[in-house]
């Protein structure tokens, strides 16, 4: 019973859609489709009054029908709540007091605390520094301070051991903190991270270093990036000096490369050319003969039946050699040492021949 009266709902509640829709949409519904140049004609209700008191005595009856399923099925339907008008508005809706002072409280704050992204960038860095040192030192301290308290519990100093013990418990000194310095930390990943701090790209785009610093650190290998460590430690962990050694020694590596050079010849061009040896230029030719490494040689262009091999050699550069020179004499009056092929390492050699020079002379003078 309950499904038919369902059922019947349904269809009473789809006829009062029906009969609940406004006469145009009646009569478009109802009206006959008309071929294409007659669609721009305007379609005129002939009685619209009379329709309107039919759908109105059918809604009447609809509303009857519904009344009596009703109470048959003893089921009653809540009644629609009415719509609010446009022009009220709910409570929640309303917007509460003093909003919009507080928004321009929090602006205000918002524009006084303000700072730009390279001096927060800096202060982070700056404060992670000093995070990680006071850690080290405190853990340095405690160990410390721990040592002592047991070496005076077991002398049996009771008084010194009552006074360490506020220190050991591992509370923060109060005061202020000291100021930062350029001391190189002392665990391995505390010095990885300064590292990367120095040398990667910051999100506001900029770089505390030159940018093949950059790219050496980014692509590198963890040997590589040991060595950088390695040079930050020579330096003494300055950025500066860093810094110049990096690019100095880039441009050395630069220039030997700029040294080696690659081209076509013969074996007589090596010789005469090159200046090399015939066992030299053997073992060149086997190379280049070698399965797999046809690429090496070719027919020569306008005679054929000389073969021509693609090889490496280095070209003397005097000026590069001057500029070595003179980058090893800055470094040895700067820091003092002797490094590479320098008057003080010939200084023993000289030394021997005057001595011999002087010793001949002697034996002449005597004779």
């Not at 009771?158 to 000291?178: L, S």
């Not at 002392?186 to 300064?194: E, P, T, V, Y």
């Not at 040997?223 to 000096?241: H, N, Q, S, Y």
């Amino acid at each position: 019973m309950a499904r038919e009266y369902e059922k019947q709902l349904d269809l009473l509640m789809e006829k009062k859609k029906a009969l609940e829709a406004t006469p145009e949409e009646l009569a478009r519904a109802s009206a006959p489709r008309l071929p294409p140049k007659r669609l721009r004609e305007k379609v005129h209700d002939p009685d619209p009054e009379g329709q309107v008191a039919a759908l109105k005595e059918a809604n009447l009856k609809m509303q009857k029908e519904l009344e009596a399923l009703r109470k048959m099925s003893g089921s009653a339907t809540p009644s629609p709540k009415p719509r609010p008008s446009p022009n009220t508005r709910t409570s929640t809706e309303k917007e509460p007091s003093g909003t919009k002072a507080r928004n321009s409280r929090m602006c205000q704050k918002k524009d006084s605390k303000e700072l730009t992204e390279e001096e927060n960038e800096e202060s982070q860095e700056e404060e992670e520094d000093e995070e990680e040192e006071e850690k080290e030192t405190e853990e340095n301290s405690q160990a410390g301070e721990q040592a002592e308290a047991e070496e005076d519990a077991e002398e049996g100093d009771d008084e010194e051991a009552e006074e360490r013990t506020p220190e050991v418990t591992g509370k923060k000194p109060t005061g202020r903190k000291q100021p930062k310095t350029n001391s190189a930390p002392q665990s391995l990943g505390a010095r990885k991270n300064r590292l990367r701090r120095m040398c990667e790209l910051k999100p506001s785009g900029r770089l505390n270093v030159p940018e093949p610093i950059h790219e050496a650190w980014k692509n590198g290998s963890t040997a590589e990036r040991e060595d950088m460590i390695a040079t930050l430690d020579e330096c003494g962990w300055r950025k500066e000096d860093f810094v110049k050694r990096v690019i100095k020694s880039r441009e050395k590596v630069a220039r030997k490369s700029a040294k080696k050079k690659r081209g076509w010849y013969s074996t007589e061009g090596m010789a005469k050319k090159l200046s090399w040896s015939g066992s030299y230029i053997k073992g060149v030719v086997k190379f280049c003969e070698k399965k797999g490494n046809e690429h090496l040689t070719k027919k020569d262009k306008y005679n054929k039946n000389i073969t021509k091999y693609y090889v490496e050699y280095e070209e003397d550069d005097e000026s590069a050699d001057e500029l070595e020179e003179r980058e090893r004499q800055e470094e040895i009056e700067a820091t003092g040492v002797c490094q590479g092929t320098s008057t003080c390492q010939r200084f023993p050699y000289l030394f021997a021949s005057w001595v011999l020079a002087l010793c001949f002379f002697v034996r002449l003078a005597s004779l």
